[in-house]
């Protein structure tokens, strides 16, 4: 059974940071592009963040750049989001996902309908 559990979230000040992490069990992880979404009250599911499958290559939206960093550790079977100097408008449920197609060559994925497993995600605000 294909399964996907983030965790990390939580309450934060503006400027603060969160680390949140994304295990996988059933599959081997390190197959597979792996991505984080979000999804804020009243808005669409959107993009943050994309590494491939040997963690050479990532990707991000702009509103994360320079703040976010992805990570995976292939051998944990684990993938990573570092979040600093958050902000307000980072407060979302916060969904790790895995690419639909195992080994597919990265070319930036970055829209839902090109991951297949999804986490039941974790809460991030950011407020004072």
């Known amino acids: 059974q294909v399964q996907l559990v983030e965790s990390g979230g939580g309450l934060v000040q503006p400027g603060g940071s969160l680390r949140l992490s994304c295990e996988a069990s059933?599959?081997?992880?390190?197959?597979?592009?792996m991505g984080w979404f979000r999804q804020a009250p009243g808005k669409e599911r959107e993009f943050v963040a994309s590494?491939?499958?040997?963690?050479?290559?990532?990707l991000y939206a702009d509103s994360v750049k320079g703040r976010f960093t992805i990570s995976r550790d292939n051998a944990g079977n684990t993938v990573n989001l570092q979040m600093n100097r958050l902000k307000p408008e980072d407060t979302a449920v916060y969904y790790c996902?895995?690419?639909?197609?195992?080994?597919?060559?990265?070319?930036?994925?970055?829209?839902?309908?090109?991951?297949?497993?999804w986490g039941q995600g974790t809460q991030v605000t950011v407020s004072s």
């Open positions: 590494i491939s499958w040997s963690g050479s290559s990532t």
């Open positions: 996902a895995a690419d639909s197609r195992d080994y597919r060559p990265f070319l930036g994925q970055r829209s839902p309908a090109e991951f297949g497993s």
């Open positions: 059933g599959f081997t992880l390190d197959h597979y592009a």
